[in-house]
């Protein structure tokens, strides 16, 4: 056991490999020890050599030694640990260049854990514990490990700095109070931090809501950029069908000419290949008449040449004339001008097509929303005249102040019949059609809900196709006395906000923006949508009995 009051350094009693207490060690005659583990571990990946070395003086030995464990330094290294001896910090322990070291190791300083404002000092695991121990340093505040504690010390009066000036925008420690900065106003560092973290949360709020908003803008991009390979993908697919289709036309269509053009050449051969027969008939008949009047000219008996000549000179006349009038043949020469004629046409079309193509099809419309506008001025700037149709509101809804205003009546108004008009919902849809930016404002008392709608919204009868925010063709904002609610898809949405008689719409087609807003003296967003909007919209009202709605002129 070693002697008491003779220092041991822990390093002499780990392993050099691992770094921890010595395990089983054992000793290379160089005098070098090891766990065995670690040293069979080491010796292991030199095998393929047969050269071993030792870790640390780099010695050789061949062949490969065979360990034995040291018992003597065993037992020296169990009965230290008993005696309280720990293994050395592994490396990672100790401070580096850029870690904070402990203020109190003497030596090779330890990674500090902690530092403290008020000893403006910095600590390891063991200098800190004392911190958690000693009630007095119980009430220090300990932090992240800093090397920029000296910046909390006053660098005239060498005190911490506890105090901050308003007035000159800088920390300042109690004599400073007493001195160049008496009558500033000031407070304490820990009051100026408090209001200094709500301007802070107020700042990271205001910074996460716009991540919120451009992830939600870059969501939309990605599913413009899917809805574009989608319609791109569909649009190859569909055109080479089409051109496939077109193919086939062309492949049939040459063919049925090739057919005609060989029926008619083989009829109009045949034609000519019997007139050619008969013509050789006739000259064969024609030679052997000459022959017989060439032997009968050679008779010399007057007699029988007389007799003979009646019956031989009476020559047949020929059917047809004599001679054969050839005329070039136009036909096929008109199906190959035909043909190209096609040609011309065909490559005109395609043309004119492709042209449109590439003026419809290269430019591609994607474009990043704009900043919501902040102010209610900046909203009436997008300001639209807006009118209701009545050729689209129900029967007991009259519209009155130039087709701005919709009152809920008991008696049916004289419509004429309209196909665009809902027969079951008090509702009525706006003359104008909204694809662009634009900002309305509805003044309301009872009960309505203020909406946009598709177009082709179902009209007939009190379904759920027909009525505003109960499908997915429209979005609508219950507005009454008791509050708000927000429905789409017949689903309802609750939403707070300061209670007023008007209600500001914001829409943006393009982004796929619809806010909601209450409007008094100031302008509260009530509910906002993200989505797509896939046709042009209309706004909307639905007017219950004894409700009004009207849309205001904003300027």
Not at 182 to 211: C, F, P, W, Y
Not at 326 to 346: C, G, M, N, Q, W
Not at 505 to 517: E, K, M, N, T, W
Request: charged content about 25%; some cysteine; glycine content about 4%.
């Amino acid at each position: 056991m070693a002697q008491k009051g003779i220092p041991l350094n822990q390093e002499t009693f780990s392993c050099s490999i691992c770094l921890d207490p010595l395990e089983d060690p054992v000793t290379v005659s160089c005098g070098h020890s090891y766990c065995m583990k670690c040293l069979q571990t080491h010796w292991d990946t030199e095998d393929e050599k047969k050269l071993y070395s030792c870790p640390q003086c780099r010695q050789t030995f061949t062949p490969r030694p065979v360990l034995l464990k040291n018992t003597m330094l065993a037992v020296l290294v169990e009965e230290l640990k008993k005696s309280g001896l720990q293994a050395a910090p592994a490396d990672h322990c100790y401070a580096g260049a850029e870690d904070v070291a402990c203020d109190v190791c003497t030596g090779r300083k330890l990674r500090a854990q902690k530092s403290c404002l008020q000893c403006l000092a910095s600590y390891c695991q063991t200098h800190l514990q004392p911190h958690f121990e000693v009630a007095p340093l119980k009430k220090h505040k300990l932090v992240e490990p800093s090397k920029k504690l000296q910046k909390n010390v006053c660098s005239r009066h060498d005190e911490v700095m506890k105090i901050f000036c308003r007035t000159d925008q800088q920390s300042i420690c109690t004599f400073c109070l007493l001195d160049e900065h008496k009558g500033h106003d000031t407070v304490s560092a820990a009051a100026e931090r408090a209001e200094r973290q709500r301007e802070l949360e107020v700042s990271r709020q205001n910074i996460q809501q716009r991540i919120q908003d451009r992830e939600k803008d870059v969501k939309l991009l990605q599913q413009e950029a899917e809805a574009i390979n989608r319609s791109a993908d569909k649009a190859v697919e569909d055109s080479q069908e089409i051109f496939t289709q077109l193919i086939h036309l062309m492949e049939k269509r040459r063919s049925d000419v090739s057919q005609q053009v060989r029926s008619q050449q083989e009829s109009q051969v045949s034609r000519v290949k019997e007139l050619e027969e008969k013509l050789r008939q006739e000259i064969a008949e024609l030679k052997r008449r000459d022959g017989e009047l060439q032997t009968l000219s050679q008779t010399q008996d007057h007699n029988q040449f007389l007799h003979d000549y009646p019956s031989l000179s009476a020559l047949r006349q020929p059917t047809r004339s004599s001679s054969i009038h050839i005329r070039p043949l136009r036909y096929f020469e008109d199906v190959t001008a035909a043909v190209s004629a096609v040609r011309e046409k065909l490559q005109d079309v395609l043309t004119e097509t492709w042209t449109n193509i590439s003026l419809t099809g290269t430019e591609v419309d994607v474009l990043q929303p704009q900043p919501e506008p902040k102010t209610r001025e900046e909203f009436i700037r997008y300001s639209c005249d807006i009118t209701l149709d009545p050729n689209t509101a129900q029967t007991r809804l009259l519209l009155s102040d130039e087709n701005r205003k919709a009152t809920r009546t008991s008696q049916k108004q004289s419509y004429p019949r309209h196909t665009d008009r809902f027969t079951g919902w008090s509702q009525v849809l706006s003359r104008e059609s909204l694809t662009e930016r634009c900002y309305w404002e509805v003044e309301w008392r009872g009960r309505v809900d203020v909406a946009v709608a598709y177009k082709n919204i179902s009209r007939k009868g009190d379904g759920d196709e027909c009525g505003f925010g109960f499908n997915d063709k429209s979005w609508a904002l219950d507005c009454s006395y008791s509050g708000y609610n927000f429905w789409y898809n017949n689903v309802q949405t609750s939403v707070s906000g300061p209670l007023s008689s008007r209600v500001g719409v914001y829409l943006d087609h393009r982004a796929g923006i619809l806010s909601f807003y209450s409007i008094s003296e100031t302008m509260t967003l009530l509910h906002r949508v993200h989505t797509t909007f896939t046709q042009p919209l209309h706004a909307g009202l639905t007017v219950v009995v004894g409700s009004t709605a009207e849309l205001c002129k904003l300027k």
